[in-house]
């Protein structure tokens, strides 16, 4: 065996070099990381002028630039990747390795978050092009369907 017997085979080089590569071109793109983060920054102001309440899971915490995981209470998960879809954007109710379960996450679970709140929760995700203008024009989408929502439930 190789590597004084603790594991069998050759060094992946390629690998190696193609990880190396991948690290030094993020690491290049540490701006961006920033950029984006103002990005989603920006869109959970956006949405609270239209839900007040919103609540903005880790938001205090360092966590991905491009993911907005936050909830409305009283705005299902569900109305709103419907709504957000029938506008022309896609949001998820769970993780991404999630997609297409209609539950409360596990993950918002696990953090105490309570059941009723955990089904309202969505998740957006940004991209590296994602413009403000699109962002803004999101929050329209998605305050117009807040609205909705919220009259149905005072008629």
Not at 105 to 123: D, F, K, N, Q, Y
């Amino acid at each position: 065996g190789q590597e004084e017997g603790r594991r069998a085979g050759t060094s992946n080089v390629p690998g190696i070099v193609g990880f190396v590569a991948a690290a030094e071109e993020a690491c290049g793109q540490l701006d961006q990381f920033a950029e984006l983060a103002e990005l989603r920054d920006h869109l959970a102001d956006l949405l609270r002028a239209y839900a007040p309440d919103l609540v903005v899971f880790s938001e205090d915490e360092d966590r991905l630039p491009n993911t907005l995981c936050c909830a409305a209470m009283g705005f299902a998960a569900e109305t709103q990747v419907m709504a957000l879809d029938l506008a022309g954007f896609a949001i998820s109710s769970g993780s991404a390795c999630g997609s297409g379960k209609v539950k409360a996450s596990h993950v918002l679970t696990a953090m105490g978050v309570g059941p009723e709140l955990a089904r309202c929760a969505i998740r957006i995700s940004l991209g590296w092009l994602s413009t403000k203008a699109e962002v803004e024009q999101f929050a329209v989408q998605w305050g117009e369907a807040y609205g909705r929502s919220h009259v149905r439930e005072v008629a």
